[in-house]
């Protein structure tokens, strides 16, 4: 497949895109907790722009989504680039499991794990070590305990939005 034919999209979808972005930027300013293990609505702008964008534009979201917010909201610590990474690979493991397939629990349950795994308690965790200077293993300690209870929380929020949502999906 094309580079040219992966990156076409259209007006509609663009705008589509834009409105999704603009979403999870807002949700993901409704969070508690401390930087180290904030809990927060984010994730469910991740699993619409993987459910509704695929890999290539649900990654480009997710990466524009964390610049606008950076520069609209600024970073507790300042702006790092890693975090647009974690913003990046949330989307594109949501879309590896979601986009253009039938909603099913396993997917939903397989495409959590691996976002809490990979990006929140592996990625993230590296950014607070590199960035604040964190003994790594204290950090992951301490975000253990978020990481074991709110993936399954955001299962079922995922599951009943992928529900609502999946009746609107966007025409090719």
Known sequence: MS??????????????????????????????????????????????LGYFFGPVWGTIGGGISDLVS????????????GFTL??????????????????????????????????????????LHIMYNLDFKAALIQRLPKETIVPWIQMVVIYFVLQAVSRVKVKK
């Open 3 to 48: 580079v040219k034919k992966i990156l076409r999209t259209n007006l509609q979808q663009m705008i589509f895109l834009g409105i999704v972005v603009a979403m999870k930027i807002i949700l993901g300013q409704f969070s508690i907790g401390p930087i180290t293990v904030k809990v927060g609505l984010g994730f469910i702008g991740s699993v619409l």
């Open 86 to 127: 974690t913003a990046m690979a949330g989307p594109l493991i949501y879309a590896l499991f979601l986009y253009d397939k039938p909603v099913k629990i396993w997917r939903i349950i397989a495409s959590t794990i691996l976002v809490t795994l990979i990006v929140n308690i592996g990625m993230n965790t590296l950014w």
């Open 70 to 81: 950076s520069a609209i909201f600024g970073n507790q610590g300042g702006f790092f680039i």
